[in-house]
């Protein structure tokens, strides 16, 4: 007989299964995947329901809670699925055209979306919505639902059929925001150009076999475009992020098929890097720090132009001094909010992720150089180290190779070139007119971006 409440549960599968989290994922993965290889639904809607246990009850080593902000949905649903008996599912209000539409939604872009689309993970996702909308919330949609019992998560689009999900206590504790993510997702292949590697496609390479004697580089691409184009005139070939086999970590990938329906679209091979400095060919990718860290590219390149521009444009004191004066400020009283100030908005301080991850690191190392010296300094970082807004829009993102091949979240239309006239007066003050800023990668034929894409491989 299962026990009445969620803690104690939680806590009790702690000690049957295993204290070190290792092997209790392991032995609860196990379970999930012998539960989902049974009949019925309520099996399949009990294993679905183990997957996001974790963070529903989170537990710290004592098995105390650590967060109880989702207990209450949590104790519900456990006991609609352990010690209810099955109601008639009477009084749905959501149609089941409406429902089905909804849950195959969820499956895709919501936090299912992190497991195989062949596997039993999302099928059982799919059973455990229907199963709680008709013995619990027959009031509720499927969208309402799916808000509820995943509300600690948060999903990325990478560009591939499979999401990269996170919690929000990850992002929380890193003090990035959804956004700062999804702005930065091209940067893990343009981050490689600013380390001076050279990159390069491998057709198959142990992901899908049938491409495996397609070769490298151009003539690979070529191919498999050719391939999929006589398949279905709607095709493309796009780069992906996606995790590394073992979970931790992302890889790029390159996908082929509809790029606006990823559950049909599939995996061709991988990108490689070779490093400057020792020759060494591997796949493109990154540990789980590394990750993280490129995941910030985006908002760390946003503050060093944020602030750059304020000294470019005669509006304030030197970067030097202005940074010196945070640093004198938050040494001794550390900034704890989230945010800070976009581009000609920096009237508020900035916040706890900027001091932490710019200033203080990047004034400590400088702070004995002049004002002109620091103000170069903090410039080349921003070109060095940073996704920078040139190689957010202006060619610079391997000249064209990756926006038309790669759907990725842009940055917000507003600070496009063609719809910001203060962005149009920003490029020319920084002398950016005499490049082919304005051309939009996505009229590039397949083979003008095939000609750009060979500049950057062996």
Do not use: C
């Amino acid at each position: 007989m299962a026990d009445d409440n969620i803690i104690t549960y939680a806590r009790d599968l702690r000690l049957i299964h295993g204290t070190n989290e290792e092997v209790y994922e392991t032995n609860i993965q196990n379970i999930k995947n012998t539960m989902r290889l049974q009949p019925g639904e309520l099996t399949n809607a009990r294993a679905a329901f183990l997957d996001i246990l974790p963070e529903l009850v989170p537990l710290d080593e004592e098995g105390n809670v650590t967060d109880a902000s989702h207990l209450e949905d949590a104790q519900r649903i456990y006991e609609t699925l352990f010690l209810s008996g099955p109601k008639s599912g009477a009084g749905i209000k959501q149609t089941p055209e409406s429902r089905e539409y909804e849950i195959s939604q969820t499956l895709q872009q919501g936090f299912p979306s992190h497991f195989e689309g062949g596997n039993n993970e999302r099928k059982s996702h799919g059973i455990l919505l229907r199963y709680l909308q008709k013995e619990l919330y027959q009031d509720q949609d499927i969208n309402r639902i799916a808000n509820i019992i995943y509300k600690p998560y948060v999903v990325i689009d990478g560009g591939g059929s499979t999401k990269l999900v996170f919690t929000k206590k990850e992002l929380s504790r890193r003090n990035l925001t959804k956004g700062d993510m999804e702005r930065s997702v091209r940067y893990f292949m343009y981050r490689q150009q600013q380390l001076g590697n050279k990159m390069n496609f491998i057709a198959g390479t142990g992901i899908n076999t049938s491409y495996s004697d397609y070769g490298k580089g151009v003539e690979a691409l070529k191919k498999i475009n050719a391939d999929v184009l006589a398949k279905d005139s709607t095709s493309s070939i796009f780069p992906a992020v996606i995790r590394n086999a073992n979970g931790i970590g992302v890889q790029v990938v390159i996908m082929a098929g509809n790029s606006q329906n990823k559950t049909q679209s599939r995996i061709v091979g991988r990108m490689h890097v070779t490093d400057g400095e020792t020759g060494e060919t591997t796949p493109l990718q990154y540990n789980e720090d590394e990750t993280w860290e490129v995941f910030g590219g985006w908002r760390r390149g946003d503050y060093f132009d944020n602030e750059n521009d304020w000294n470019i444009f005669g509006l304030a004191e030197s970067t030097k001094t202005k940074m010196d004066g945070y640093y004198k400020k938050y040494t001794k009283n550390p900034p704890t909010a989230q945010n800070a100030g976009y581009w000609m908005t920096d009237f508020a301080d900035p916040g706890k992720w900027e001091w932490e991850n710019i200033i203080k690191p990047f004034h400590e190392e400088h702070n004995k150089l002049t004002e002109s010296e620091y103000d170069n300094a903090w410039e080349k970082e921003r070109l060095d180290n940073t996704f920078t807004f040139e190689a957010q829009w202006y060619g610079e993102n391997f000249h064209g190779f990756i926006d038309p091949l790669q759907p990725m979240h842009q940055p917000d239309p507003y600070f496009s070139p063609e719809g910001n006239t203060a962005l149009k007066s920003r490029l020319q003050m920084r002398d950016l007119t005499g490049k082919d800023t304005a051309q939009n990668a996505s009229t590039l034929s397949v083979g003008d971006v095939l000609d750009k894409f060979k500049e950057y491989t062996n």
